[in-house]
């Protein structure tokens, strides 16, 4: 059975301070990564995508991952409101071309 | 430029009934999905369609149907609707199979009494 783990939170975290979000996955083979924001009541969205060891960075967030712990984690600094949502992570399986495995989320609250 | 559509957007139902919930993009993608979403537990993939005139089931295909009616559109059928269908279905599309980025539709709550 494929998984995809993350803390379902909530996690608060001050105005203006750096959030951490964290995701275990369990297929060794997975080659593909994705995190996506989902506000209340709304679809997700693509926040980044990762695909190799190390970090990556698109303004405010760096997605970093380690294939050798099989985790991916995403940070967004400056926190603000706005950011304030459930983020998704979503894992590809070996051999599988269409197939993500989604984590059930981690609520995130960013308190001014 | 629309993105991706979906009706309805709320949908009651009584055990038994059949729907169809209609998905359509406007991106030229060749990849469409459906996906349900439950409270505490991750998006999960019911069918896809890889491209026009396929489709393939996902990982939870039991008691739905699905059309890949043109490049456009897909949609998804309950034949005979059961309370465990309660459910947030979301539509998505790519322009490549996946792994590649999933541009989602707005959702259909549904409720079977």
């Known amino acids: 059975q494929k998984e995809v783990e993350q803390n379902s939170g909530p996690l608060s975290v001050p105005e203006g301070a750096i959030a951490s979000l964290n995701c275990t996955y369990s297929?060794?083979?997975?080659?593909?990564f994705f995190w996506y924001r989902q506000y209340s009541g709304k679809s997700p969205e693509l926040i980044m995508s990762?695909?190799s060891n190390g970090d990556k960075e698109d303004g405010r967030f760096t997605a970093q991952l380690n294939k050798a712990s099989q985790y991916v984690s995403l940070l967004i600094r400056d926190s603000q409101p706005s950011d304030s949502a459930t983020y998704l992570c979503?894992?590809?399986?070996?051999?599988?071309?269409?197939?993500?495995?989604w984590g059930a989320g981690t609520k995130l609250i960013i308190k001014p | 430029n629309a993105g991706v559509t979906q009706t309805p957007k709320f949908q009651v139902l009584k055990t038994g009934q059949s729907m169809t919930l209609q998905c359509a993009q406007d991106?030229?993608?060749?990849?469409m999905y459906w996906y349900r979403q439950d409270p505490g537990m991750g998006l999960r993939l019911i069918y896809y369609?890889?491209?026009?005139?396929?489709?393939d089931k996902g990982e939870v295909p039991n008691g739905y149907n699905v059309s890949r009616l043109n490049k456009r559109e897909f949609s998804l059928r309950l034949e005979s609707a059961a309370p465990s269908q309660t459910s947030v279905y979301f539509c998505?599309?790519?322009?490549?199979?996946?792994?590649?980025?999933?541009?989602f539709g707005p959702g259909t709550r549904l409720t079977v009494l």
């Open positions: 979503a894992v590809n399986i070996e051999n599988s071309n269409y197939q993500l495995i």
């Open positions: 297929d060794r083979g997975s080659q593909s």
């Open positions: 998505a599309s790519s322009e490549r199979i996946a792994p590649d980025t999933q541009y």
């Open positions: 990762i695909y």
């Open positions: 991106m030229n993608h060749n990849s």
């Open positions: 369609s890889a491209s026009e005139g396929t489709t």
